[in-house]
């Protein structure tokens, strides 16, 4: 199960990954959960996407609230 700070961060992500920051600790709990990856480096940093499995995921939380 998801913290709410972790569904905060996965939407955060889908909708403004640039504006995330990398230090952020939900990043490492969603990587695990394969939720997220990181696109490849743009201007030197790593930007982290919403995977088929994150989006899934949200599309979930879409249908019950």
Avoid: Y
């Amino acid at each position: 199960m998801l913290s709410p700070h972790e569904v905060a961060t996965l939407l955060l992500v889908k909708d403004a990954p640039e504006r995330i920051e990398a230090d952020r600790a939900e990043l490492g709990a969603l990587r695990a959960l394969q939720l997220i990856a990181n696109d490849s480096p743009e201007a030197g940093f790593l930007i982290p996407r919403v995977t088929p499995r994150g989006d899934a995921v949200l599309r979930a939380i879409a249908r019950v609230r």
